[in-house]
């Protein structure tokens, strides 16, 4: 996903360059709008976390891009492209040292597992929307 801060400030376009320079092949793409119920679900692995509520009125504030991306090694290699969940610790050259405004506010977010991968496809895309 691309986040709402990122979307609302213009950076999608290059957030999506950013990509497929890497190397990732966008397999489905839109921008759409979680309503509080949808991003409390996405989210409710980080249910007893102190930021949830923030989390899911954040990830619900405004319209957000979603895509699913194929490469070999994506989950890892696109969890390096984005660099760490805070900003402030993240690599020179990745997405969230380039675009995210804070830890909560961090641009774009990746799966952590092909599992989580499939399960977050699914959760935005039917098959037909998958090219
Ligand atoms: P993401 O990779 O989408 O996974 C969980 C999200 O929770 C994370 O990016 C951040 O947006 C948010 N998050 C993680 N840690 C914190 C924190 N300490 N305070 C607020 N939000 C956080």
């Known amino acids: ?3 709402p801060e990122a979307v609302a400030a213009g950076h999608a376009g290059k957030i999506i360059d950013m990509i497929i320079d890497n ?14 119920q949808e991003a409390g679900i996405f989210y409710e692995v980080h249910k007893e976390r102190p ?3 923030e989390l899911v009125d954040y990830m ?4 957000i891009y979603a895509a699913i991306l194929e490469k070999d090694n994506a989950v890892e290699d696109f969890r390096k492209l984005i660099g760490a969940t805070d900003p ?19 641009a774009v977010h990746g799966s952590d597992s092909n599992d ?3 399960i977050e496809s699914n959760f935005f ?3 037909r929307e998958r090219f």
Do not use: C, W
């Open 125 to 127: 895309f039917s098959g």
């Open 1 to 3: 996903m691309i986040k």
């Open 23 to 36: 190397g990732f092949r966008v397999v489905a793409i839109k921008l759409t709008r979680l309503s509080r």
């Open 60 to 63: 619900a504030s405004g319209p």
């Open 51 to 53: 930021f949830y509520g």
């Open 88 to 106: 402030s610790q993240a690599d020179e050259g990745t997405i969230r040292k380039r675009f995210a405004e804070s830890k909560a506010k961090n």
């Open 116 to 118: 989580n991968a499939e």
